[in-house]
């Protein structure tokens, strides 16, 4: 088992701007409630991860950085203010030197420790002493983590297409099967294949107030849209 030196780093919207494209996925929840769990089970799974030694979060919402941090999370605010890769360069730097550093995206609620530890398990090996690694989410796009081994920037570049981004930039493709970590929420499909593979407490207890309750026992693409319609 590797020894608990990562550093994770988690940027998070202000709830009212966050996961523009999940608004009305859970019939009777408010939408900040819902951006916020994601965030608090993607949070509390590295949190658990047993290679992680802290995790910065960055935020400017207050409601964010008050749940997070009873997680047991370290809260630095967004003082770049100028978008995602900006938050995650600046929560590398706020977790200092000599440390290893992974960008996670905030919206895994399925996610599980020992999927990310083997990730980063395979970041560590693969990329070696210089190398950055990412891991490219379900649909192979996008990236839902960017490791950095001390002494090496961390290079973000999420956003559209940034797995192909990150590759461009030198980084590696880590090729696990990590279905948990793989799995990014941005749509009401996308949770409901979440759902189906198993979503961390506080996103569970959203889909239990929620007419999507039963999302978990059908088909992914279908999911939510047949329980918010029932």
Same mark, same amino acid.
């Not at 020894?3 to 701007?17: D, G, I, N």
């Not at 916020?36 to 935020?59: F, G, M, N, Y």
């Not at 003082?79 to 905030?106: E, M």
């Not at 839902?144 to 002494?151: I, K, R, W």
């Given at each position: 088992?590797?020894?608990?030196?990562?550093?994770?780093?988690?940027?998070?919207?202000?709830?009212?701007?966050?996961?523009?494209?999940?608004?009305?996925?859970?019939?009777?929840?408010?939408?900040?409630?819902?951006?916020?769990?994601?965030?608090?089970?993607?949070?509390?799974?590295?949190?658990?991860?047993?290679?992680?030694?802290?995790?910065?979060?960055?935020?400017?919402?207050? #409601?964010?950085? @008050?749940?997070? /941090?009873?997680?047991? %999370?370290?809260?630095? =605010?967004?003082?770049? *203010? $100028?978008?995602?890769? !900006?938050?995650?360069?600046?929560?590398?730097?706020?977790?200092?030197?000599?440390?290893?550093?992974?960008?996670?995206?905030?919206?895994?609620?399925?996610?599980?420790?020992?999927?990310?530890?083997?990730?980063?398990?395979?970041?560590?090996?693969?990329?070696?002493?210089?190398?950055?690694?990412?891991?490219?989410?379900?649909?192979?796009?996008?990236?839902?983590?960017?490791?950095?081994?001390?002494?090496?920037?961390?290079?973000?570049?999420?956003?559209?297409?940034?797995?192909? #981004?990150?590759? @461009?930039?030198? /980084?590696?493709?880590? %090729?696990?099967?990590? =279905?948990?970590?793989? *799995? $990014?929420?941005?749509? !009401?499909?996308?949770?409901?294949?979440?759902?189906?593979?198993?979503?961390?407490?506080?996103?569970?207890?959203?889909?239990?107030?929620?007419?999507?309750?039963?999302?978990?026992?059908?088909?992914?693409?279908?999911?939510?849209?047949?329980?918010?319609?029932?």
């Amino acid at each position: 088992m590797d020894e608990a030196t990562w550093v994770v780093v988690l940027p998070v919207k202000r709830l009212h701007v966050a996961k523009s494209r999940l608004r009305g996925a859970l019939p009777g929840v408010p939408h900040e409630s819902l951006a916020l769990a994601l965030a608090q089970d993607t949070a509390a799974a590295a949190l658990s991860c047993a290679p992680v030694a802290e995790v910065v979060a960055v935020t400017d919402d207050p #409601a964010v950085g @008050r749940a997070l /941090a009873r997680l047991g %999370a370290r809260v630095v =605010p967004d003082d770049p *203010r $100028d978008g995602l890769n !900006a938050a995650f360069a600046h929560g590398a730097t706020a977790a200092g030197a000599g440390r290893p550093v992974a960008a996670l995206a905030a919206d895994l609620p399925a996610l599980l420790p020992e999927e990310l530890a083997a990730a980063l398990h395979a970041a560590r090996v693969e990329g070696g002493a210089r190398a950055r690694s990412f891991v490219a989410d379900a649909p192979g796009t996008g990236t839902v983590l960017l490791t950095a081994p001390p002494g090496t920037a961390l290079e973000p570049r999420f956003g559209p297409d940034s797995a192909d #981004a990150h590759r @461009r930039s030198g /980084a590696l493709p880590l %090729a696990g099967h990590w =279905p948990t970590l793989r *799995r $990014d929420v941005d749509t !009401a499909s996308d949770l409901a294949a979440a759902a189906l593979l198993g979503v961390g407490p506080a996103t569970d207890a959203l889909l239990g107030e929620s007419h999507a309750g039963n999302c978990r026992d059908l088909r992914p693409a279908d999911a939510v849209r047949d329980c918010a319609a029932g």
